[in-house]
């Protein structure tokens, strides 16, 4: 098990190498051209490190190459510190999982402006936290690994200022194991990604709470797993992972559980995956993924690609304000 240190050092480094889970959450729509122009469809956490102002950029459908973002949520108003991961409800409230607190922004909240609704201070218990997810009820999801303690902790909808969550899987049966990555089936049942060794992905039935037993677990040689960060599951229950050790996307089929192997791995020099983190899946099953190393960008694969795969679009430059981004999440 890592310390707490050595987990600030994950999840706060010097370098390029932090990262947030990816989720699917509220209704979709099928297909780019099916939303107005002008309309957001891809949301990316970008953290500051203090050079500049973290930010929660939104791109439209035919975001691709240097394209600016149609707008973004920055500043000191924003309250957002080391932005981690980003998350949609049904209403297309906006979630970002930030170094120790949640902050939710209205529907195209743009510039330097308040949140709506703000979840931080003692009584909550959040001290550095991961990935994020909301359900259709709009309860929030957060990975929190609190001194001595890793837990998914889960807020009501609605939830606001300093307090509790409603539940807390949290405990050794659990097998969580610094925890980052989170995501949702439409089911309820809660993926994560566990970065401590041996590596897993844990699963929870809908509802859990305190020191549940996960109701399945990946692990093991044949999984191909070194440090997993962003998961994200599809609409028939296939599961995605992100690993950046081998600059890859593991794809695993639905009910894996065991030394279970992928059914595809995406990798290779045309993947232009270097450092991979961030991970969602759209409503076709297309892959959307952020990488850190340099240039950082978003890679867009199709719903098929598998092996040494290009990616479909392929979001960098200067104009796209790309400069640490982790979360990303689709409509």
């Known amino acids: 098990m890592r310390t707490h240190a050595a987990l600030l050092a994950l999840v706060v480094p010097l370098a390029a190498c932090s990262g947030a889970g990816g989720v699917r959450s509220g209704p979709e729509v099928g297909s780019?051209?099916?939303?107005?122009?002008?309309?957001?469809?891809?949301?990316?956490?970008?953290?500051?490190?203090?050079?500049?102002p973290d930010e929660l950029a939104a791109y439209g459908r035919s975001a691709n190459g240097n394209a600016a973002p149609l707008r973004a949520v920055a500043g000191a108003k924003t309250r957002m510190e080391y932005a981690q991961a980003v998350a949609l409800d049904s209403s297309r409230n906006e979630y970002v999982s930030s170094f120790s607190?949640?902050?939710?922004?209205?529907?195209?909240?743009?510039?330097?402006?308040?949140?709506?609704?703000?979840?931080?201070?003692?009584?909550?218990?959040?001290?550095?936290?991961?990935?994020?997810?909301?359900?259709?009820?709009?309860?929030?999801?957060?990975?929190?690994?609190?001194?001595?303690?890793?837990?998914?902790?889960?807020?009501?909808?609605?939830?606001?200022?300093?307090?509790?969550?409603?539940?807390?899987?949290?405990?050794?049966?659990?097998?969580?194991?610094?925890?980052?990555?989170?995501?949702l089936d439409y089911a309820g049942n809660a993926y994560v990604t566990n970065t401590g060794y041996p590596p897993s992905i844990t699963v929870y039935g809908p509802g859990?709470?305190?020191?549940?037993?996960?109701?399945?677990?990946?692990?093991?040689?044949?999984?191909?797993?070194?440090?997993?960060?962003?998961?994200?599951?599809?609409?028939?229950?296939?599961?995605?992972?992100?690993?950046?050790?081998?600059?890859?996307?593991?794809?695993?089929?639905?009910?894996?559980?065991?030394?279970?192997?992928?059914?595809?791995?995406?990798?290779?020099a045309k993947t232009t995956l270097a450092y991979p983190w961030g991970l969602a899946v759209d409503a076709q099953n297309r892959i959307w993924v952020t990488d850190l190393a340099k240039p950082k960008h978003v890679a867009v694969f199709a719903a098929t690609a598998t092996g040494d795969a290009p990616p479909i679009r392929d979001l960098r430059g200067s104009s796209t304000q790309l400069t640490d981004p982790l979360g990303v999440a689709v409509r």
């Open 208 to 268: 859990a709470d305190g020191d549940a037993l996960p109701v399945a677990r990946i692990a093991g040689a044949s999984t191909g797993l070194n440090q997993p960060e962003g998961i994200a599951v599809d609409g028939e229950g296939t599961i995605y992972v992100t690993d950046h050790p081998s600059k890859s996307v593991l794809i695993y089929a639905e009910g894996a559980t065991g030394d279970a192997a992928p059914v595809r791995i995406i990798a290779g």
């Open 101 to 183: 607190r949640i902050t939710a922004y209205a529907p195209d909240a743009n510039g330097n402006t308040n949140p709506i609704r703000e979840i931080a201070g003692s009584g909550t218990g959040l001290d550095v936290l991961g990935g994020i997810a909301v359900d259709a009820g709009a309860e929030i999801y957060v990975v929190n690994n609190r001194m001595h303690r890793s837990e998914v902790a889960v807020f009501g909808a609605g939830a606001t200022g300093d307090v509790p969550p409603l539940r807390s899987i949290s405990g050794d049966k659990t097998e969580l194991n610094v925890p980052f990555g989170i995501a």
């Open 32 to 52: 780019f051209s099916e939303l107005p122009s002008g309309t957001a469809f891809l949301y990316v956490a970008d953290r500051s490190f203090g050079r500049h």
